[in-house]
């Protein structure tokens, strides 16, 4: 159940398309100079720039941006389910320790989008993400879901927090009950459910997320490993059957195996209920599986948004915020660079396997 790296992983898969291609190239350099290598004497066409104008970040002056662009932008989205205006929070206001983590944010999803939100540590991301059901209130800004403001006295914020499913960065924190069928039941309980149907729920969520309900419904919470302690969590969130889904750091520390299946359990999520996705993350490849948008947070502050691959085709700003590209996408930059005729920004390994190949081919 374990992974190749990506970058033997996108050799391998341009092997299957193109068989002369080697397949023990095990980095991202390897596999730059195993293309250049194979595509030796052939015409090197000329490219355009790399940036298509979609993005723009004003601060940075980037070209083609003009007044106003970032904010057509970000209302390029379907309709506005979850719209943040002006955010700003601090903690510890007024006090010797007060820290800033927000500086007017904004953001808008749309309702069944899947929105990534990416940035350096300590740039604000987990503090974002508590506004979107309500377990923060705004000091300064408004957060809106489906254009109830979540900050409004009459708001049912009880009532939000079912809609908008949460797993926090340490999703074994939020087990509390002695075992494993209780603690996920504990929402649908909280709903005023009847009790087959906390059950039927229950059951679901388990089976969805890896846990097999008979086998883990009398388990102690405390025996579970860190995989199984982060799946029972996420089949906590899932019972709720919420229409959106907040996730901080969903991956981190499964295994390959468990992050495949949490991916795919995304993925048919969205699919069969046409839910909304907010994740933030720091791993590239993650992302680049999940969300059609990004914004990019730095120093609590909105520095980047657009579709995900275009944000992705911005690597030197990313580099300055000490972030990354997928390795997938990296290798195709890098053969750019070096002036092969590779058009497209791929965002996963079959996507680059691809071009490469056709351009071999």
């Keep these: 159940g374990l992974d190749l790296p990506p970058a033997a992983a996108l050799a391998q898969a341009i092997h299957e ?22 595509y030796k004497g052939r015409t090197i066409k000329a490219l355009g720039d790399l940036c298509s104008g979609w993005i723009c970040n004003p601060a940075a002056g980037s070209p083609g941006c003009k007044s ?6 970000t209302t390029a989205h379907s309709l506005h ?30 309702r069944g989008q899947a929105a990534g939100i990416i940035g350096p540590t300590g740039s604000g991301k987990s503090t974002l993400l508590q506004f979107l059901n309500g377990l923060l209130t705004p000091q300064t800004g408004r957060v809106l879901l489906d254009g109830q403001d979540l900050a409004d006295p ?70 579970l490993s860190g995989g199984e302690r982060h799946k029972a969590a996420l089949a906590g969130v899932l019972a709720l059957e919420p229409e959106v889904l907040v996730l901080d750091e969903p991956t981190a520390g499964l295994d390959p195996r468990s992050r495949r299946e949490l991916l795919t359990l995304l993925r048919r999520w969205r699919e069969e ?14 992302l680049a599986e999940l969300a059609e948008w990004t914004y990019l947070l730095a120093d609590g502050r909105v520095t980047l948004s657009g579709p ?52 071999l081919s």
Excluded: C, W
Excluded at 341 to 357: G, R
């Design 68 to 73: 106003g662009q970032s904010r057509d932008l």
């Design 154 to 223: 009459q708001t049912n914020r009880r009532a939000v927090r079912f809609r908008v499913g949460f797993l926090f960065q340490h999703p074994g924190d939020q087990l509390f009950e002695r075992y494993v069928g209780d603690d996920v039941a504990f929402g649908p309980r909280a709903m005023g459910l009847p009790r087959q149907e906390v059950r039927e729920r229950v059951r679901r969520a388990m089976e969805a997320v890896g846990l097999p309900f008979e086998q883990f419904k009398d388990r102690l919470t405390t025996t």
């Design 17 to 38: 398309k193109y068989t002369p291609f080697p397949t023990d190239r095990i980095s991202t350099a390897e596999v730059v100079e195993a293309v250049l290598a194979a």
């Design 308 to 359: 995900t691959r275009q944000v992705f085709a911005r690597s030197e700003e990313l580099t300055r915020h000490g972030l990354s590209t997928p390795q997938a996408t990296a290798v195709v930059q890098a053969l750019r660079a070096r002036g092969l005729p590779l058009s497209d920004h791929p965002l996963t390994i079959s996507e680059a396997a691809d071009e490469i190949a056709a351009l």
């Design 81 to 110: 389910f979850i719209q943040v205006q002006g955010l700003h929070h601090t903690y510890l206001r007024g006090t010797p320790l007060e820290t800033v983590a927000l500086r007017g944010v904004d953001l808008e999803v749309g």
């Design 273 to 286: 209920r046409g839910g909304t996705l907010v994740v933030a993350t720091h791993n590239m490849e993650d």
